[in-house]
């Protein structure tokens, strides 16, 4: 198999921290978006929408999506869970990945993707407007996870898990799109500090 | 168990939909959405997000996130699969329910918030160039799903899936946003009629 990566781009830096926790190593094709490689023929012929990261198996099937990637990587070398144990705690880290990326990674993405000069080509129309508008929704979501923080070590539970890629990627993400996790919020920063000094945080 | 319903709203029916496939009978608790009983006392000390639904289990435990309810569901009744077989299967499927839910059902949601009066309470600022923005990506998915579903039955494979429900609330979700299916896209309509025709499509 191999892996399209995709450099610093938030969603191939997800699968590859994930990779990483596992110990699994995969071989990369770096494709270089800075220089628009994700939307070649490389790419469009294997992901129609042009994007990255894609995993290629050895028969040719071609599974995309960083969260699909992850998953199959999952089933495939279970330890240490990284979507959760039992039908509960699955259910547990899949809401607070879902909550993760559908308000927050999100909402960074659409501050950096439409403000940030260098995505004029890429976010096409841009609308600083609704730049601006994901700015707060971003630091109200961060108060919401500090309070939940509070009593917990982990975003999902007393585990680490692919809710707390998905906020790493996400809190780093923060610098180019011009936001920063007020200093205020110690859960998140206790947190964050402790994910962050995890050797997979290097991938 | 209970789960605290939110009536047309998309995401409740993407659950009562999934249900009614498993053929699993949950006592529903019905919230106004209209009347904004979404963000009551009632909802929002289950769901900090005051979002709907929200599935409460027997020992208190919340579960929130339509999809993450959903996965719940089919780890407790597996017949019929709705999240794939196998890894590669399971991979594909949750492959296109994030395509059909990131690319397609996200931005006629941003069509109909930005754009629709009844929606100005709800989604702070409205932004009318971003709901604009959103109508031809919306259309542009579609028409690479239409291409897709030239060689298979259902959208992630031959078998009947939650990428199928997701696509589903999402064409029904076109009406209030002003947007519809285009003539030309008959495998798009072939697949959403038979879809829209199993006993499931009334929940």
Redesign the interface.
């Known amino acids: 198999m191999k892996l399209y990566d995709g450099g610093r781009a938030p969603n191939p830096r997800r699968v590859r921290v994930f990779l990483a926790e596992k110990g699994i190593e995969v071989p990369l094709v770096p494709v270089d978006m800075g220089a628009m490689g994700h939307r070649d023929e490389e790419v469009a012929s294997r992901n129609?929408?042009r994007r990255l990261p894609v995993l290629e198996?050895d028969d040719g099937?071609i599974?995309?999506?960083s969260?699909?990637?992850c998953?199959?990587f999952e089933?495939?070398h279970p330890e240490p869970p990284l979507f959760g144990t039992g039908?509960?705690g699955?259910?547990?880290v899949?809401?607070w990945q879902?909550?993760m990326e559908l308000?927050f990674l999100s909402a960074i993405a659409a501050a950096f993707r439409h403000l940030h000069p260098a995505m004029k080509e890429w976010e096409v129309?841009q609308?600083a407007?609704?730049g601006e508008?994901n700015k707060p929704k971003a630091l109200e979501f961060l108060a919401?996870l500090d309070?939940?923080l509070a009593s917990r070590e982990f975003i999902a539970g007393d585990s680490y898990s692919i809710a707390d890629i998905t906020g790493l990627i996400a809190i780093d993400f923060m610098k180019p799109a011009r936001l920063a996790v007020p200093e205020e919020l110690g859960n998140v920063r206790r947190w964050y500090d402790a994910v962050a000094a995890r050797p997979s945080a290097k991938a």
């Open positions: 129609p929408l198996l099937t599974i995309t999506e969260v699909a990637i998953r199959y089933e495939l039908a509960v699955r259910a547990q899949e809401m879902r909550r308000n129309p609308v407007e609704w508008a919401l309070r939940e």
